[in-house]
């Protein structure tokens, strides 16, 4: 059984920093793509980055880019999503999620229809 669970998350004010851990673990496929979606009170469900497997390829939405990094310890099951310059507009029910397939599909942020598995969210608050 696969499962995700997804750490990290809490309250920080504008401009800091937070990591966010997603452990994994029971998977019995090789290719797959791993990232982090997030939905805002009152707002869509939408994907912020991911990995692939496949070959270590990286996606961000367009509203995190540089200032988010995705990483992956396969040693430890664990992807790590370093969020810095945090914004109050970054507040959501950070999640945890698998698609089996080992490409990105892009745009990625929309692809959360395409998701195999996900884990419970992780509370990120940023204060103005």
């Known amino acids: 059984e696969v499962q995700l669970q997804a750490f990290g998350g809490g309250l920080v004010q504008a401009g800091g920093s937070l990591r966010l851990s997603c452990v994994a673990s029971g998977f019995t496929f090789d290719d797959y793509v791993i990232g982090w979606f997030r939905q805002a009170p009152g707002k869509q469900r939408e994907g912020v980055s991911c990995?692939?497997?496949?070959?270590?390829?990286?996606y961000y939405v367009d509203s995190v880019k540089g200032r988010f990094t995705i990483s992956s310890d396969d040693a430890k099951n664990t992807v790590y999503l370093q969020m810095n310059s945090l914004k109050p507009e970054d507040t959501a029910v950070y999640y945890c999620a698998v698609d089996r397939g080992g490409s990105i599909v892009t745009p990625w942020e929309f692809y959360d229809y395409g998701m195999d598995y996900w884990g419970k969210g992780t509370q990120v608050t940023v204060s103005s």
């Open positions: 990995i692939s497997s496949t070959d270590g390829r990286t």
